[in-house]
């Protein structure tokens, strides 16, 4: 399977790279945007991998037929810190909702089969005990939070019009389903 990875050089879609060329056999396009050396060197050791390519991008620039050639995308990029969206919340919307629907979009276009959004368990608010099953409802409390769901809002009306998966899942459950 050859999958696109966005956010390949963050905290976790890096962890998840590594994860995939270890323990599958899958082909992985990384799209990478960062240009600091510390994001860079979490990919360290597997720049020549066999089976990684490392694309430069951005979810916002132009990434038509980015999906060419590609059975899922797993999109992990993503603004993420939430003091900044509370001081400036435009660049999350912009990245979290507008970037997932560019990809989402490019993917529908050239066919890809699963689009596996990463979400946050934050969309759903807080919880005093027990734990939010996925249908729950929608209840962010803070900038990066309603970004999120604002993607998810996406792509779940996308799913529900076209033959496209969406899931927010797990890391286990994300790498057993791929
Ligand atoms: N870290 C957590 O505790 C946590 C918890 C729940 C959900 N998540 C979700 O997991 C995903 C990854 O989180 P992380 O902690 O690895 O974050 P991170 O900030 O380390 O990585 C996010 C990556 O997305 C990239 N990115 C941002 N805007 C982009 C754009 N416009 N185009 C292309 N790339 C762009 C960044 O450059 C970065 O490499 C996010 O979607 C986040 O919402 C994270």
């Known amino acids: 399977m050859r999958l696109?990875?966005?956010?390949?050089?963050?905290?976790?879609?890096?962890?998840?790279?590594?994860?995939?060329?270890?323990?599958?056999?899958?082909?992985?396009?990384?799209?990478i945007r960062d240009t600091d050396q510390r994001n860079k060197n979490r990919l360290h050791g597997y720049e020549q991998h066999e089976r990684l390519r490392l694309v430069k991008g951005d979810l916002l620039g132009d990434i038509s037929g980015i999906?060419?050639?590609?059975?899922?995308?797993?999109?992990?990029?993503?603004r993420t810190f939430v003091d900044h969206s509370i001081r400036d919340v435009l660049p999350f919307i912009e990245a979290n909702v507008m970037g997932a629907y560019r990809i989402l979009e490019d993917a529908r276009r050239q066919g890809v089969k699963r689009f596996i959004q990463i979400s946050t368990d934050e969309?759903?608010?807080?919880?005093?005990?027990?734990?939010?099953?996925?249908?729950?409802?929608?209840?962010?409390?803070?900038?990066?939070?309603?970004s999120k769901a604002g993607a998810d809002a996406?792509?779940?009306?996308?799913?529900?019009?076209?033959?496209?998966?969406?899931?927010?899942?797990?890391?286990?459950?994300?790498s057993a389903r791929l």
């Open 67 to 78: 999906c060419e050639g590609i059975d899922a995308v797993v999109n992990f990029a993503a």
């Open 4 to 31: 696109l990875i966005t956010g390949a050089s963050g905290f976790i879609g890096s962890a998840f790279v590594r994860h995939a060329l270890r323990m599958t056999e899958h082909h992985i396009v990384g799209l």
């Open 123 to 146: 969309v759903y608010g807080s919880i005093l005990n027990g734990a939010y099953s996925e249908d729950a409802r929608l209840n962010p409390t803070n900038h990066y939070s309603a």
């Open 154 to 174: 996406a792509i779940i009306r996308h799913a529900a019009a076209s033959p496209l998966m969406r899931e927010a899942s797990s890391w286990a459950r994300l």
